[in-house]
């Protein structure tokens, strides 16, 4: 398994582990140079948000992985987390329709999300 795609899937258990919603990853290395993969979950609210946010940083971090940049604050509806080769959007549902980040990005492929979550 490629180093991207272990980031990718190690992302997903974290965010399925805090009862991320809609969890999907697109494949967009044939379409942007600025990385391979995007992971875009949902989350209820704010404090979920952060504890999606915590979790992934957690679970990454652990397994060597350490993010480049997070944008997004404690109390951020968004928050962005830059993995280099893989970028992890975790919204409150208001935000993830209103950026509705998988129109922006249609021409990358959306994976099957059993891949990930096993």
Not at 81 to 87: A, H, P, R, T, V
Request: negative net charge.
């Amino acid at each position: 398994m490629s180093r991207e795609k272990e980031m990718a899937q190690l992302a997903c258990k974290a965010i399925d582990d805090k009862k991320g919603k809609d969890i999907k990853v697109i494949d967009i290395h044939e379409v942007s140079v600025i990385a391979d993969y995007f992971v875009i979950a949902s989350a209820s609210n704010q404090n979920q948000v952060q504890a999606i946010v915590d979790n992934v940083e957690e679970q990454l971090g652990r397994a060597g992985f350490e993010a480049k940049q997070v944008e997004g604050t404690r109390n951020s509806s968004w928050v962005l987390m830059d993995y280099g080769d893989m970028i992890v959007h975790v919204f409150d549902e208001e935000n993830r329709l209103f950026y509705d980040l998988e129109r922006i990005w249609r021409d990358g492929k959306v994976l099957d999300m059993d891949e990930f979550l096993k």
